[in-house]
């Protein structure tokens, strides 16, 4: 459940701060009014979007059974996990620019349809990786799970408009780049725990060999199955007695983010 109010929270704040930047060079130009609702009427359209492609992943799951559903899921919980890295990476090489990137394309498209477009392509991406998730986590289940997952959906939603609420008030205190770097890192934990689940699926379809299984074993000091080491499996992939398989996909995906930050961090100082 915490997975999913920490991936609700940072999609919604990101679609959010679209929003925010778009008002606020709206406000500056000499008719407002017509251009702030193209804004709406495009966030409206990319929920909307968001919502189609969650039907669309239900109805998909709904015609499939046994081993094709199986992969159906597996594929999304991968899925996910390449998501949330993409939107992590993607944030740190863009997010300094994005205010002023996001002010060139309203310049480009001026009228209330190009502004309209840009929202709905903005709120809609953010969406429809939320939704992506919320299926690789298990959102395919019923009963209390379910509302679980709802209710942290909800939670991570207001949380955002909080969030957003309290930056803005005061920004010198708490800025959204501290914000983005923070949940950058939690984000990563999330992404790499689907990441393990999806490697254990895999080993467990025997698509994979485990290797050294398992490689170790601290069960006696911390299980995955009960309580704190639950909640770090469930958040960050933790495993008691790791397969060979999943250290080495761990290793691959940290490294890889890490190279891919950095490298992002030295171009940026490079153009400073």
């Known amino acids: 459940m ?8 940072r999609e919604s704040l990101e679609a959010m701060l ?16 017509v251009l702030r609702a193209g804004v709406w009427f495009g966030a409206a359209a990319g929920i909307g979007l968001a919502l189609l492609l969650g039907f669309a992943t239900f109805a998909a ?22 998501l949330i890295l993409q939107m992590v990476l993607w944030m740190h090489r863009h997010g300094r620019h994005m205010r002023r990137e996001l002010e060139d394309q309203a310049e480009r498209n001026g009228g209330a349809f190009g502004i309209a477009v840009i929202t709905a392509l903005a709120v809609a991406r953010e969406g429809a990786e939320t939704v992506v998730f ?27 408009a ?10 010198r205190f708490l800025s959204y780049r501290t914000l983005f770097r923070a949940s ?14 999806g490697i254990d699926r895999m080993i467990g379809m025997d698509w994979l060999p485990p290797l050294a299984d398992p490689a170790w074993d601290v069960s006696a000091l911390l299980d995955d199955v009960r309580g704190f080491g639950r909640v770090l499996a469930d958040f960050a992939g933790y495993r008691a007695r790791p397969a060979g398989t999943l250290l ?13 930050m950095m ?4 171009r940026a100082h490079a153009h400073a």
């Open 2 to 9: 915490l997975n999913a109010l920490i991936v609700v929270w």
């Open 18 to 33: 679209v929003i925010g930047v778009l008002l606020s060079w709206i406000a500056r130009q000499p008719d407002p009014v």
């Open 61 to 82: 799951q709904s015609q499939l059974a046994g081993a094709s559903l199986e992969i159906f899921q597996l594929a999304m919980m991968l899925a996910a996990a390449g």
């Open 134 to 160: 919320l299926y690789g986590v298990g959102m395919e289940a019923g009963g209390v799970q379910l509302a679980g997952m709802l209710g942290a959906a909800v939670a991570g939603f207001a949380l955002a």
């Open 162 to 171: 909080a969030t957003g609420w309290l930056v803005a008030r005061g920004a």
């Open 184 to 197: 950058e890192i939690l984000l990563l934990l999330v992404a790499n725990a689907m990441l393990a689940n």
């Open 248 to 260: 080495l996909a761990s290793l691959a995906f940290w490294s890889f983010a890490a190279w891919r």
């Open 263 to 266: 490298r992002a961090d030295s």
